[in-house]
């Protein structure tokens, strides 16, 4: 039997390098790639070598407007496990980006952020 791997996610943000630039420096990731993209957009790949997050932009795109959580097809968060979340979270508050809920639940700690845009990541380990 074949198992399908998750290779990458693509989303819309306001500033895919400003993007990208925060997730290197809060979890230690590499550009991948980085180019014009379609529709006159731009991407940003930002990940490890297995995995990645694609980050799109293009001219005139507007702000989201409804709450994902209450949107078919919404992003609600993405979630990234680490092996010491304090020291994530020091990046986090060091980046000045707003924290959200913290919870300590099987399988382990974990703690929620906002990016710019509003995009919700949950950070969990599972080795604390």
């Not at 290779?7 to 390098?17: A, G």
């Not at 290197?24 to 990645?52: C, L, M, N, Q």
Request: charged share 20%; with cysteine; aromatic share 12%.
């Amino acid at each position: 039997m074949s198992i399908a791997i998750l290779e990458h996610t693509n989303f819309s943000v306001s500033d895919p390098k400003k993007t990208a630039q925060h997730l290197v420096d809060i979890f230690g990731w590499h550009i991948r790639w980085e180019g014009p993209s379609k529709s006159a957009g731009y991407s940003v790949h930002v990940g490890t070598d297995s995995a990645y997050l694609a980050l799109y932009a293009q001219p005139g795109m507007g702000k989201l407007t409804q709450d994902t959580y209450k949107t078919i097809g919404g992003l609600n968060h993405l979630a990234v496990v680490v092996d010491d979340i304090s020291v994530i979270e020091k990046r986090v508050r060091a980046a000045g980006l707003r924290m959200g809920d913290h919870y300590d639940y099987e399988p382990g700690p974990r703690f929620y952020f906002f990016d710019d845009d509003g995009i919700e990541y949950e950070v969990c380990s599972y080795s604390s």
